[in-house]
């Protein structure tokens, strides 16, 4: 995987770079290193472009402190002006802490619903921490960001996961 790559170990950024865009060539998704300040490198930016600050809350960077790997709420990416979420594992180099994120677009969520063969009267969905809308298996592109029903974040309070009967938006 690119967190064992030797370049990164090293701190050589300008080497694991062409890593990174080679696995994430003619991908929607992309890889972004990150340190508290900005990032470092955007798989999805112009190679040499200026990259925009970090934007990770607080939450995250302690969560990234701990050892721990933690997937964001519903954005909108910097570079790309879409709709993300990123899965942020923490990497130590040469003593500091960066966060190697690997950024998807919502709609890659949307095949674990084909993958589930679910009941057609069944509408399937993922939401973030915020019980927003991240992706769904009837009119994604449409709900993707609107709050779930209040049922449903009382059902979400309750438990991370499961199956609730409601009504769907």
Do not use: C
Not at 49 to 64: E, F, I, Q, T, Y
Not at 84 to 102: E, T
């Amino acid at each position: 995987t690119l967190s064992l790559s030797p370049d990164l170990e090293a701190g050589d950024f300008a080497a694991f770079e062409p890593q990174a865009r080679d696995v994430m060539k003619d991908r929607s998704e992309s890889i972004v290193l990150v340190d508290e300040q900005r990032q470092r490198i955007h798989t999805r930016a112009p190679v040499g472009a200026p990259l925009p600050p970090s934007h990770s809350p607080a939450s995250a960077w302690k969560a990234l402190r701990e050892g721990r790997t933690t997937v964001s709420n519903l954005g909108v990416g910097q570079v790309v002006n879409r709709p993300i979420v990123a899965i942020d594992m923490p990497i130590v180099i040469n003593g500091k802490l960066y966060s190697l994120s690997h950024i998807q677009e919502p709609a890659a969520f949307e095949s674990i619903f084909r993958s589930q063969d679910l009941p057609g009267s069944w509408t399937g969905g993922i939401l973030d921490r915020e019980a927003r809308i991240v992706a769904r298996s009837r009119e994604g592109d449409k709900m993707r960001g609107r709050q779930a029903t209040a049922d449903m974040r009382a059902a979400m309070a309750k438990s991370s996961e499961g199956v609730v009967l409601t009504h769907t938006l």
